[in-house]
């Protein structure tokens, strides 16, 4: 599995397909539909019936199946957690189970963590400058934890917190450890444009190693497979293309029904092989 962004001169993309394992899709099923389908991974959200208290035990038949299969793996943290609680304690417990996750994901083998550098400090009660720095406190914990356990920490952009994609650049530029997980959707609903989001992909190529492939039709966060939305794919993804990127593309759908997931993964090697 590609581990880094590579913003070298030239063209192309070279990327590694996966899919987000919905809460109620069976993992071993999974895995080996992954493979027969020609997916190079799966990501894995640690939340539901997959939160790592509920799977630890079955870490050694989990990674069995996965090195049986040949797929690898991504594990998303859960996002339901606050590391930038303004509360100590309980921004302390959030470090405590991202980096319990993080032990879980280096168990499994995985090449890459995905977690959001998130807020949900009352925006009445608490300044943006107040919120951004709580979100440090654990993130300055969170990358060399990740770092430590070989595993690749990919912070990604969100929506209503404080890290939009408007304001990555600066958490880029504080954790030169860390990478990047760019979400179509999410920085659609920040208000970019698709020619924004190729002029920033573009920029940021060599810090950007994992994609959220996201379709909205605009009015929320819909998680909807490429091409059952409204985005521009074909525009996004040339920001890539202008810069010999290679990395990790996840489809981050909504949906447990492999015949949708499939679609996505057509409409997604439909695109790349136009830009």
């Known amino acids: 599995m590609k581990s880094n962004a590579d913003s070298g001169d030239g063209g192309g993309v070279d990327i590694d397909l996966g899919f987000t394992v919905g809460l ?6 999974s895995v080996r539909w992954a493979a027969d389908e020609g997916f190079d991974y799966i990501e894995l959200l640690l939340d539901g019936k997959y939160a790592r208290e509920r799977i630890a035990d079955r870490r050694d038949s989990m990674r069995t199946a996965l ?9 998303h943290l859960p996002f339901t957690v606050d590391p930038g609680s303004p509360f100590t304690p309980v921004r302390e417990g959030a470090v405590a189970e991202f980096v319990a996750g993080m032990d879980l994901a280096a168990d499994l083998g995985a090449t890459k963590v995905v977690f959001h550098p998130s807020s949900d400090a009352w925006d009445i009660g608490w300044s943006d400058a107040e919120r951004r720095e709580y979100i440090h406190d654990s993130v300055d914990e969170l990358v060399p934890a990740a770092v430590d356990r070989g595993v690749e920490p990919c912070l990604e952009n969100l929506v209503s917190s404080y890290y939009d994609v408007t304001t990555f650049p600066a958490l880029l530029e ?3 450890d860390a990478s990047m997980t760019f979400d179509t959707s999410h920085a ?4 970019m444009d698709e020619q924004d989001m190729a002029g920033f992909i573009r920029d940021h190529a060599g810090r950007i190693s994992h994609l959220h492939l996201v379709d909205t039709r605009g009015g929320g966060d819909e998680h909807l497979p490429v091409g ?3 985005i521009d794919f074909e525009t996004v993804l040339s920001g890539l293309a202008e810069t010999n990127w290679s ?3 996840t489809l981050e759908i909504g949906t447990e029904d492999y015949d ?3 679609l996505g993964k057509k409409h997604v090697e439909d ?5």
């Open 67 to 75: 090195e049986d299969a040949g797929v690898d793996l991504v594990v």
């Open 174 to 176: 504080r954790y030169s």
């Open 228 to 230: 059952m939305g409204h």
């Open 188 to 191: 659609l609903l920040t208000g």
């Open 260 to 262: 949708t997931i499939a």
């Open 271 to 275: 695109v790349l092989a136009r830009v």
């Open 247 to 249: 990395g990790t593309a």
């Open 24 to 29: 109620e899709m069976p993992f071993g099923e």
